[in-house]
């Protein structure tokens, strides 16, 4: 699953001043009315004065670090499910039950790729313990019930974000498309 988005924002979508080392910095994943999928990036501090057109599919907060001379941007245009899984998992991104379904779908995704490892549970058996393969960061993600009612919320949210396959065309009795 690869999604071609803007990398992040060298200023707050609100205000339109400069972030500045160190700042928060709320990212969200928006699909358009016309159905483009955005990334807004605001200070968080300003994150209640943000207004999205379009549905939100999910969103995380994280510490702004300039771009350092050289590094390709064209690079964090390409967000793939684990630079998503690597933004959402962070330990600095606020959970949200939208944010843990799609780190949970995510999660299922990159294991069956080998991306992630895993390295057991939790104490008290809450969260399971992922090794990212290429970093080996630990990460905790909520144990869930992988349900179809847990799959049809994640598909809702996937669809806002890459957009819903359009419905298969209605055969007629003359065997007909309709």
């Known amino acids: 699953m690869d999604l071609s988005l803007q990398p992040q924002a060298p200023a707050c979508f609100v205000t339109q001043q400069p972030f500045v080392e160190g700042q928060r910095v709320a990212s969200f994943l928006v699909r358009g009315k016309t159905g483009e999928a955005m990334r807004y990036d605001v200070l968080e501090a300003e994150r209640a004065k943000f207004e999205q057109e379009g549905s939100l599919v999910c969103s995380w907060v994280r510490v702004f670090k300039p771009r350092k001379a050289g590094e390709n941007a064209e690079r964090e ?29 995510l999660t299922l995704m990159l294991e069956r790729k080998r991306v992630l490892k895993p390295k057991g549970r939790t104490a008290d058996g809450a969260k399971n313990i992922f090794e990212h393969a290429k970093t080996k960061q630990l990460f905790e993600v909520p144990v869930g ?8 919320q994640v598909q809702e949210q996937l669809s806002v974000l890459v957009g819903a396959a359009a419905p298969a065309p209605k055969v007629g009795v003359g065997g007909s498309a309709t």
């Open 145 to 152: 019930e992988l349900s179809p009612e847990f799959f049809i």
């Open 77 to 105: 245009m390409k967000l793939t499910a684990e630079a998503l899984f690597l933004n959402l998992a962070d330990s600095a991104t606020e959970v949200t039950a939208e944010n843990t379904r799609l780190v949970q779908f």
